[in-house]
Nanobody
């Protein structure tokens, strides 16, 4: 069973930046893709970004492409999400997860995952 602990959220003005972190533990992460999801108030949890084990491939949802950057430090079992040029519509609880050996096969539907961390709240004011 994987344990996931997200941090780094907060309140920021539109146009500002935040860097989220997620530490994973409890199982081997070697070779696995790590990704970020987010859930805005009243909306379904959505898949936002993903990165392969070696960092060679990344994926971004269209809504964040060009503004968010995902990275990871395998020695620390940590994945990061650098968020720049934040918009009010980025307001959400952000979650990370671990799945699959390729971005193409990483599950996009949040209901397919058995375990989640507590998430970290990001609030972007106008």
């Amino acid at each position: 069973q994987v344990q996931l602990v997200e941090s780094g959220g907060g309140l920021v003005q539109a146009g500002g930046s935040l860097r989220l972190s997620c530490v994973a533990s409890g199982r081997t992460l070697s070779g696995y893709v790590m990704g970020w999801f987010r859930q805005a108030p009243g909306k379904e949890r959505e898949f936002v970004a993903a990165i392969t084990w070696n960092g060679g491939s990344t994926y971004y949802a269209d809504s964040v492409k060009g503004r968010f950057t995902i990275s990871r430090d395998n020695a620390k079992n940590t994945v990061y999400l650098q968020m720049n040029s934040l918009k009010p519509e980025d307001t959400a609880v952000y979650y990370c997860n671990v799945d699959s050996f390729s971005i193409a096969t990483m599950r996009r539907r949040w209901r397919d995952y058995d375990y989640w961390g507590q998430g970290t709240q990001v609030t972007v004011s106008v």
